[in-house]
Structures are given as structure tokens and as C-alpha cells.
């Protein structure tokens, strides 16, 4: 086997993390999650979720990758051979695969708004044309199914090229620009005019629109934001090296993700409002509103709107390609780690399922839409089952193994770096707590209230 590659730097960790964590689930999935779930109290409730249930999540899987330097299915059968744990392994094998699936939908869903942009067609359109044209555009068969096998022909090259010169290479140059442009857009949709709205809605919380459904959707917002409970971080902190700092890298990568998340909402938000767009309209919310920002940024000259447009569908695009990279890399992991396959036959693969269940993600906008699962379409059905089930419960798995089954001292060895980082040795009896009792605890009360309220 050739031997396992490293991430280079702590720079290009905390990059190829952050590049996980901020993607769709930020931009696109974000905003339309508050919108749905009563504005800022949603917000509240994400944040809380993201320190007090899911950080802990964060440390316990890079415990559990750099400890083993295994994909997911290795690292269970080196830390506790031969236990039915190694199922926990497999399981988080195949969720990414299925996220990676309807994810890459709506990754083809940015470049096709990103040739519609290079194609002045959203120039001087008015919000209702701009709306129309993703309802009509998403319930049409060809067109997104072809922009699908584009974003997911681009995955595969990344991963196709391993994890330095790929991902390494790919996340630290995009990372730093998209933040850059994410705040300029932020701080230009809060000047339009009727903004103040959107703001005051991101703002001031009103408690009274809060139910179980809600709560568990802000857990499950944050574990998908953080690209936790399906063995993404787990596998990229296996190509960690021994002396980065987990809680640096933990904080670093969650700060940064939720910051991301909230400048995107500020700068989505306050323009649903300008534009008079129904806050709770759903997965089109922000394909429906930023056309319409770029159109005010361009000052009714095409031109600029079109190279704003573009400068930004191509850095969601890379956003959510570092997301979808990482989604890939686990199954191509455990492909080459486990089952002995070649890198392109393990891409190979992974890319041929993920499509096929995506272009029925796909279809289920369109000639599909009947076709419903417990009530919801076959795209949402997954949607959910994945972030409120599937990923907390890989998360609360992952954390009942560091708790309860690895011995407290080689946890603390591994968090602490062998008790050489001083901050990490004073922090260890809180984080410690938080991984046995807190973040199980609170994730199964979330599981049961949303089962049974
Ligand atoms: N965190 C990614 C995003 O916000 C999505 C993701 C989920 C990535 C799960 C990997 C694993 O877009």
C-alpha cells in the first residue's frame, strides 16, 4: 500500500477542515432553515447546538482519526478490533455517500446560475422572473441532471488527485477568498433600502414560533454545517500530524463555520426582505434573492452585475466542492484502506452510486414529485433523514466510543499531545464531561422529543 499522506501545515488542516464545514450547508441551506424555523430564535438554538452538542462531536472524532490514522471503518477495527463498533465504520461509509448524492444536485443547481450570470440572463430581472426561472429550471429534467454530473465529475478530479496536492492544494488558496467576499455582500444587502427588516429578523428572537421540530432542525443544521457525525472529520484528522492541536483545530474550524453562517444569513437575509421574498420559501431562498442583490450591486450597468454574479457563483461553487470532496474521501478511504481497491476505482465507484441517487434527487422537483416518502419529497426525505437523524446519531456513537469505550487516558493523551499543550490539559476534565454525558444527553433528548412531540 502506499504510504498514508499528511496534511502539510496546521494552516492547510484547519483549511481543508474549514473547507468541509463551509459549504452549501452555510450559503444555501442555512438561510432557508431560519427562514423556515422563525428567524432568530432558529439562530439562537443553532448556536447553542453547535457548542454545547456538537463541538464535542469535533473532538471526539478527530480523537478517534489522528488516534488510529484510519479511514472510519479502520480506525474502529484498530481501536476496538474485533467489537461490533466496526459497524459504526461502515455506517459512516455510506451516509456521506447519500449526502454526497442530493448535495451534488444543488452544487449543480450553482453552476447552472453561474452560466445564467455569464449569460447576463438575470440582468434587470425583477425578483417574481428571477423566482419563476428556479421553479421552472429545478422541475425540468435534463438541464439539472446535466449540471449535476458536472459538479460531480469536478469532485471526482479533486479527489481523484489525492489529498495534498487536491484537497490541500484546492482549500487554502478558495478558502480565504470566499470569506472575504461573504462579508462585502453582507455588509452591501444590509444598506438596500427595506433591509432593516431582514436585520431585525436575524436579530430579535421571538421564542413563540419554537417546537421540536425546530430544535431538532438546528441540531441537525449544526451537524451539517460542521460536516460532523458521518466520519468526514474523523478521516481528514487521519491525515493529521501528531503535534496539531485538536482543541485549536475544534474551536478554529467551528468558529469559523458558524461565523460563515451567520454573515451568509445577514447577507441573504436582509435582501429577502428588500426584495419582498417569503422568508420561509424554502430550498430556493438563496438562488431566488442573490441574483437579485447582484443586479442592485451593478448599479444598472450588466456588465458589473454579471462579473459580481460570477465572482460569487464561482466561490460557492468552490465552497461547495471543498464540502463534497470531503463527503467523497471517506468512501474512498475505506475503498483503498479496507477493500484494497485502487484511489480511481474507489472514486470511480463512489461517483457512479452518488449519481444515480442524485439524479433521482434530482427528478423528485420535477417528473418525480409524486413520489413521496413519509410525506416528503424523495430530495428532502434524505435531506432530513440525514442531518436529524443519520448524523446525530453517527455523533452520538462517535462520542459514546471516546467516552466510554477508549480508556480516559488515552484520551487524554490525544487531546492533550501527551499532556505537552497546556491549555488542552486545563480544559480536558470540561471537555471530558461534555463527551460523555452532555452531548449524548442532549442529542438523545432532541432525538425523543422530536419522535414523540
Ligand atoms: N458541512 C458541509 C456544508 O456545510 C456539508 C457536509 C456535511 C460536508 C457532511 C461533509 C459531511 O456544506
Keep these: 500500500m502506499a504510504p498514508r499522506e499528511n496534511f502539510g501545515s496546521r494552516f492547510a488542516v484547519i483549511m481543508a477542515m474549514a473547507g468541509s464545514a463551509v459549504g452549501l450547508g452555510n450559503i444555501w441551506r442555512f438561510p432557508y432553515m431560519v427562514g423556515e424555523h422563525g428567524g432568530a ?3 439562537i438554538l443553532y448556536m447553542l447546538s453547535s457548542f454545547i452538542l456538537v463541538l464535542p462531536i469535533f473532538f471526539a472524532e478527530t480523537i478517534i482519526g489522528r488516534r488510529s490514522r484510519q479511514g472510519t471503518f479502520g480506525a474502529m477495527e ?3 478490533p474485533g467489537t461490533p463498533w466496526k459497524w459504526l465504520g461502515l455506517f459512516t461509509v455510506v451516509s456521506p455517500i447519500i449526502i ?13 446560475y453561474l452560466f445564467k450570470a455569464a449569460c447576463l440572463d438575470f440582468t434587470n430581472a425583477e425578483p417574481s422572473e428571477i423566482q419563476g426561472f428556479f421553479g421552472q429550471f429545478i422541475s425540468s429534467t435534463g438541464g439539472p441532471i446535466a449540471v449535476h454530473t458536472i459538479f460531480m465529475l469536478l469532485v471526482a478530479g479533486i479527489v481523484l488527485a489525492g489529498v495534498k496536492k487536491g484537497i490541500e492544494g484546492f482549500t487554502k488558496v478558495t478558502m480565504p477568498i470566499l470569506f472575504i467576499l461573504i462579508i462585502a455582500l453582507a455588509v452591501y444587502s444590509m444598506t438596500l433600502p427595506g433591509a432593516s427588516e431582514g436585520i431585525t429578523y436575524l436579530l430579535k428572537p421571538d421564542f413563540s414560533e419554537v417546537d421540536a421540530h425546530a430544535v431538532a432542525a438546528a441540531m441537525g443544521q449544526a451537524f451539517f454545517s ?12 487521519s491525515y493529521m500530524r501528531k503535534e496539531e492541536n485538536i482543541l485549536a483545530s475544534g474551536v478554529g474550524t467551528a468558529v469559523s463555520d458558524l461565523l460563515f453562517a451567520v454573515i451568509a444569513g445577514f447577507a441573504v437575509m436582509p435582501a429577502v426582505f428588500a426584495a419582498g421574498i417569503e422568508p420561509g420559501a424554502g430550498a430556493g431562498l438563496v438562488f431566488d434573492t442573490l441574483p437579485f442583490i447582484f443586479n442592485k450591486m451593478g448599479m444598472g450597468a450588466p456588465w458589473l452585475s454579471a462579473i459580481i454574479a460570477i465572482i460569487f457563483f464561482v466561490t460557492i461553487l468552490v465552497a461547495a466542492l471543498t464540502s463534497a470532496i470531503s463527503m467523497m474521501e471517506v468512501g474512498v478511504a475505506y475503498l483503498t484502506e479496507e477493500k484494497g481497491m485502487r484511489r480511481g476505482s474507489a472514486v470511480l465507484a463512489i461517483t457512479v452510486f452518488a449519481w444515480c441517487v442524485g439524479v433521482l434527487c434530482s427528478l423528485s422537483f420535477g417528473p ?9 419529497s424523495i430530495f428532502d426525505f434524505l435531506d ?4 436529524n437523524w443519520l448524523l446525530p446519531a453517527g455523533g452520538l456513537l462517535f462520542t459514546l466510543f471516546v467516552g466510554w469505550k477508549m480508556s480516559r487516558a488515552d484520551v487524554f493523551d490525544e487531546f492533550t499531545n ?3 499543550l497546556k491549555a488542552n490539559v486545563a480544559l480536558f476534565n470540561v471537555v471530558w464531561f461534555l463527551l460523555r454525558f452532555v452531548a449524548p444527553v442532549g442529542i438523545v433528548v432532541v432525538f425523543l422529543t422530536n419522535l414523540f412531540l
Design 418 to 420: 501527551g499532556g505537552t
Design 226 to 237: 460542521l460536516s460532523l457525525g458521518v466520519g468526514t472529520i474523523l478521516t481528514y484528522a
Design 368 to 376: 418525480l414529485a409524486d413520489v413521496k416518502l413519509l410525506g416528503n
Design 78 to 80: 484498530k481501536l476496538a
Design 384 to 387: 432530513k433523514l440525514c442531518s
Design 41 to 43: 430564535a432558529f439562530v
Design 100 to 112: 454526497l448524492s442530493y448535495y451534488s444536485v444543488v452544487g449543480g443547481w450553482s453552476v447552472e
